[in-house]
């Protein structure tokens, strides 16, 4: 089983999140790790899950770097490709990790099925979020079993 982990963080947060969940999701399957701005949303269908990671931007929105990616997602059929979407974000701002809940929302408007909550994390993660985050990547390899 493959899954892509695509992700995109500006100051390390996410970096380092996503790195722990590729790390942690290895033990179970083929894993790819890149950034979101180097992923071709057309090819998201050749993997058997997608799990997308981001920070939110402005005032609530999806970070400029993303925007492309987002935007090409509305023309993809994920003909059922399983997704989970998290993110740590900043419950110091109203819209906390709505970035997190517009890609959930188009996930699901693209035919994805999504496989697990999606998980928002307040700024650095501490050891419960990392669980809350290992538990979003046993939701994805128990779905692909
Ligand atoms: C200018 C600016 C605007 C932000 N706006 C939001 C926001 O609207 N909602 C939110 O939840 N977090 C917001 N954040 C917080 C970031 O999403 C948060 O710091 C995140 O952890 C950064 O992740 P990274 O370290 O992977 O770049 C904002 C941060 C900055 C610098």
């Given at each position: 089983m493959k899954i892509l982990v695509t992700y995109l963080s500006m100051s390390g947060?996410?970096?380092?999140?996503?790195?722990?969940?590729?790390?942690?999701?290895?033990?179970?399957?083929d894993v790819d790790l890149e950034q979101i701005v180097d992923t071709d949303a057309y090819g998201i269908t050749d993997y058997d899950a997608v799990i997308v990671?981001?920070?939110?931007?402005?005032d609530g929105q999806v970070p400029d770097e993303a925007q492309d990616f987002y935007?090409?997602?509305?023309?993809?059929?994920?003909?059922?490709?399983?997704?989970?979407?998290?993110?740590?974000?900043?419950?110091?701002?109203?819209?906390?990790g709505r970035a997190v809940d517009y890609f959930t929302m188009q996930l699901n408007s693209s035919n994805g099925e999504q496989v697990a909550d999606s998980v928002k994390i307040d700024q650095d993660p501490d050891e419960d979020d990392m669980k809350r985050v290992e538990r979003l990547g046993d939701y994805v390899i128990k779905s692909l079993k």
């Open positions: 947060r996410n970096e380092k999140i996503a790195k722990h969940l590729a790390e942690y999701l290895k033990k179970s399957a990671e981001t920070y939110t931007y402005g935007e090409d997602l509305a023309d993809v059929d994920l003909e059922r490709t399983k997704f989970a979407v998290l993110g740590s974000s900043s419950k110091t701002h109203i819209h906390f």
